[in-house]
């Protein structure tokens, strides 16, 4: 394995996503599983088309995964959060999938999800509580 040589890439390239991409979708054929991946992203907009929420996460085998939500500060506790993650879930219930699942850390949300209807699964305890990271999902 000499002449290997090992560095810190853009992983939002095309060709490293392409390489990604074909790898799982190969290794899933060959397992009798189909990939389904895609990326996602969900935003809310202002009248002037100013972004003030945004959702992003990524779809795979019968998984949704939420992986980022941000809401303006300006425009948070009036239901934005809650209606960005709904219209994820909705979309891809309609495509078949089955689970959405989500990671969040104390300082962040886990209350927000609990009320959405998500169900605790782990907590990875960190020497600050605010570090804790909670794991969640919910059946579509």
């Known amino acids: 394995m000499s002449g ?10 095309a060709a490293v996503g392409e390489f990604i991409h074909e790898g799982f979708s190969a290794y899933g ?32 085998y019968d998984e949704v995964h939420i992986g980022d939500l941000m809401v303006d500060e300006a425009f948070r506790r009036a239901g934005l959060g809650s209606r960005l993650v709904g219209a994820a879930e909705a979309a891809y219930r309609e495509k078949g999938y ?23 699964e782990f907590v990875r305890e960190s020497d600050d509580p605010r570090l804790n990271k909670y794991f969640f999902r919910k059946d579509l």
């Open 29 to 60: 054929r060959q397992s009798g599983v189909e990939l389904n991946f895609e990326e996602f992203c969900f935003t809310a907009e202002t009248a002037e088309g100013r972004i003030i929420g945004a959702l992003t996460g990524r779809a795979y």
């Open 4 to 13: 290997i040589v090992i560095h810190p890439a853009d992983g939002g390239s």
């Open 98 to 120: 089955r689970v959405a699942t989500l990671s969040t850390f104390g300082f962040q949300a886990p209350e927000f999800y609990k009320k959405l209807g998500y169900r605790l």
